[in-house]
């Protein structure tokens, strides 16, 4: 009984930016932790950056000082702004959430994932 919907993938020049949003809806009592995976043709996924309900984040090194993850609790939405973009960032990215259901249940649950392409 709950969706996460992601937007803002698509096709950017070296060092160019873009902002990935991801919404949850439906059966919430609360979020503990939402973040950003991605995974490449022939690799395995990885962590991007997380962000808890209090506000913590986590970054994986490749992409330290250029990525962002910001959260808005109020609309249940995480956000990944990414800057100076190389073709190695090309990749599905996935969202995550950690999510308490009202009816006592907790689950990971996983967007669709949207595909970045970093390319010249």
């Known amino acids: 009984q709950v969706q996460l919907v992601e937007s803002g993938g698509g096709l950017v020049q070296p060092g160019g930016s873009l902002r990935l949003s991801c919404a949850a809806s439906?059966?919430?009592?609360?979020?503990?932790?939402m973040g950003w995976y991605r995974q490449a043709p022939g690799k395995q996924r990885e962590l991007v950056a997380a962000i808890t309900s209090g506000g913590s984040t986590n970054y994986a090194d490749s992409v330290k000082g250029r990525f962002t993850i910001s959260r808005d609790n109020a609309k249940n939405t995480v956000y990944l702004h990414m800057n100076s973009l190389k073709p190695e960032d090309t990749a599905v990215y996935y969202c995550?959430?950690?999510?308490?259901?009202?009816?006592?249940?907790?689950?990971?649950?996983w967007g669709q994932g949207t595909q970045v392409t970093v390319s010249s």
């Open positions: 995550n959430a950690k999510i308490a259901t009202t009816d006592g249940h907790e689950y990971d649950y």
């Open positions: 439906g059966s919430i009592f609360s979020i503990y932790a």
